[in-house]
């Protein structure tokens, strides 16, 4: 989902508006009728960014290449050009007949099952007056019975992942002869996940007339080899945010930990510190996941992990025990915690280092979401000092050290030189500055102490 900013206005104060004044805002694009209702009904009036520079040319037809950050809006910058799209072929007087397949108009790859989900939701939401609007996805960890009597039945758009998608291409229960749409969300993370070669496949049985919308954090190396095959000649290129760019609501801080156990010490810590409302734990392995949230969970904290070892059922247990904030903490992996959108989440912990440098940045991005201010905290060991650099050198800024008091670290904080000629060092033997007490961001409404009703049965990734 995105936010936005609601132009709310004194109309006693307010000199009267011109009578031939030009429309702004959402109420500027030509959109139809039932989605600039969908709009309204939300609340939305004035477009991000990336769906301000992004809706028109998709609706005009052109293939488009966008780099935008996470929580930049980019979701409804092409679910709403698509939604109009439908609506046009059906003003076109296009008729389907009963009892053939057609599959979808616009297809929707995502490189997880939660973005796929949320992508879903979206479009229900935008398409909420769109008359039969038929929505489905299609992702791993289901059963493949509902997903086959979607597929049967009159589609608008479908949302999957590829590895699923194939499946039911190569059964020939889906067709994909009539897509004129597709999107590709998170381009950049599906290629990490090995999904290259399966975008190909899934591109090649999509006419080639159709529009091709595609969305990453970056466009180099294979992603930016990848669009060239996939978009038109003169797709337009939109680059809404970098990676290099500051985070205007996200606080970063690093803290340096002696060992694993002072490095548990400072979580702890962390945890029970009033300004948290919801956290995000990152680890780096589905079994370090179990393991910490085993332990926090024992500690009285209402906590659950998530991870791609977890059947589909189980996620979706989880997401929403976060969404309805009978979760406390989420402990996660990188590829599980993509799409995650959740306002409350006031911190981001890294407890275990992301494998790449650019899953830093989408990490963090879970937090200082919807306007409010978040805090994104590191905590790494000695060893950890190389990742650290290539972050800072990724961003091109360096990630501030702070200590808490009584936990400060006894050992020399190693050197972490960026390639801009930052330094970020001290913590271990002086230098950095201690944790404040009242973060700028100041308390999270409705925190609450650690435990909870909540603290679900976490079956083993690696158990029957």
């Known amino acids: 989902m995105f936010t936005e900013t609601q132009n709310l206005q004194d109309h006693q104060d307010a000199a009267p508006a011109p009578i031939n004044a030009a429309p702004s805002g959402f109420a500027a694009i030509a959109l139809h009728a039932a989605l600039h209702r969908a709009l309204a009904d939300a609340g939305y009036t004035t477009p991000t960014d990336v769906q301000a520079r992004a809706i028109t040319p998709a609706l005009a037809g052109r293939d488009l290449r966008v780099s935008s950050s996470t929580g930049s809006g980019k979701t409804a910058s092409f679910v709403l050009p698509a939604l109009q799209g439908v609506l046009d072929v059906r003003a076109g007087g296009e008729r389907r007949e009963r009892g053939t397949v057609y599959g979808p108009r616009v297809l929707v790859l995502t490189p997880t099952r939660e973005l796929a ?27 493949y019975g509902a997903q086959l009597k979607a597929m049967r039945g009159p589609l608008d758009v479908l949302i999957a992942t ?13 067709v994909l002869d009539n897509v004129v749409t597709l999107v590709l969300d998170e ?25 091709t919308l595609m969305y990453s954090a970056t466009f180099a190396g294979n992603v930016g080899r990848l669009a060239s095959e996939l978009l038109k000649a003169d797709a337009q290129t939109i680059a809404v945010t970098s990676h290099t760019d ?99 989440i006031s911190h981001v912990i890294n407890f275990g280092l992301p494998m790449k440098a650019e899953d830093y940045v989408h990490r ?70 201690p944790f404040d007490r009242k973060p700028r961001f100041g ?8 435990g909870g009703a909540f603290k679900p049965k976490r079956p083993s990734a690696f158990s029957k």
């Open 187 to 211: 381009a950049d993370r599906m290629l990490d996940m090995g999904f290259i070669d399966d975008i190909r496949f899934i591109a090649e049985c999509i006419p080639k007339t159709r529009q």
């Open 246 to 344: 500051t985070h205007e609501y996200i606080e970063q801080r690093l803290h340096w930990a002696d060992d694993n156990r002072h490095k548990q010490a400072l979580l702890d810590h962390l945890l029970t510190t009033r300004e948290v409302d919801q956290a995000l734990v990152f680890t780096s392995t589905q079994r370090d996941a179990d393991w910490l949230a085993d332990r926090l969970a024992d500690m009285g904290h209402a906590v659950a992990s998530l991870h791609g070892g977890l059947p589909q059922g189980r996620r979706n247990h989880v997401l929403q025990g976060l969404r309805s904030r009978k979760l406390r903490v989420l402990v996660a992996t990188d590829v599980a915690a993509r799409g995650i959108d959740v306002p409350t």
């Open 117 to 143: 989900i949320q992508v879903a939701k979206a479009t229900d939401t935008y398409g909420r007056h769109v008359q039969g609007l038929r929505v489905a996805t299609v992702v791993g960890g289901v059963p």
């Open 162 to 174: 590829p590895g699923r998608l194939i499946d039911h291409v190569k059964s020939g229960k889906l």
């Open 364 to 433: 963090i991005g879970r937090t200082g979401r919807a306007g409010r201010q978040g805090l994104a905290v590191t905590l790494a060991e000695a060893g950890d000092a190389g990742m650290i650099r290539r972050i800072q050198q990724f961003t091109t800024q360096s990630i501030p050290v702070a200590t808490i008091v009584g936990l400060e670290p006894k050992k020399t904080a190693p050197r972490t030189t960026g390639s801009a000629g930052f330094r970020s060092e001290g913590g271990f033997g002086g230098g950095a500055r």
């Open 443 to 450: 308390a999270p409404s409705g925190a609450r102490k650690p």
